[in-house]
């Protein structure tokens, strides 16, 4: 993920990859960071974080075979985009979640809900494709 969002900065991407119906507007960020910690807490890492001033990108990647995302992992992203959003006074905040085994009905319509995008492995290989960067390893 962090290397589509590098390779990707100042393009627009199908939002189809992400389960949107308009394309995804990347911006030069400042900053890619992977597994950044937002405090003390179990549940405060953050497998992406990228900047782009007012506009901060959080992304959550799970993968794992034969289990899909559920609500309450959804319910966590959503945390955690929150602590960024208050941290950094982003006005603009753009939440990115990947699953390797794709994600259940609630868990879709809760992203549906909060505008997040969301990748399964089949679409995540469409982006990496489309970059021409190498598709992900089998699990």
Do not use: C
Not at 103 to 108: G, L, N, Q, R
């Amino acid at each position: 993920m962090a290397q589509i969002l590098h390779n990707a900065q100042r393009q627009r991407l199908p939002g189809h990859y992400f389960h949107q119906n308009h394309e995804i507007e990347v911006p030069e960020f400042s900053y890619v960071r992977l597994r950044e910690r937002l405090g003390a807490g179990a549940e405060t890492e953050i497998d992406l974080h990228a900047a782009a001033g007012i506009e901060q990108w959080v992304a959550e990647s799970k993968w794992r075979s034969q289990r899909s995302v559920r609500p309450s992992e959804v319910q966590q992203l959503l945390a955690k985009a929150q602590l960024v959003k208050l941290d950094r006074n982003a006005e603009i905040m753009r939440l990115w979640f990947f699953s390797y085994d794709g994600f259940s009905k609630a868990a879709v319509n809760l992203m549906l809900e909060h505008g997040i995008y969301w990748s399964t492995q089949e679409d995540l290989n469409g982006l990496l494709d489309y970059l021409k960067l190498r598709r992900l390893p089998a699990l």
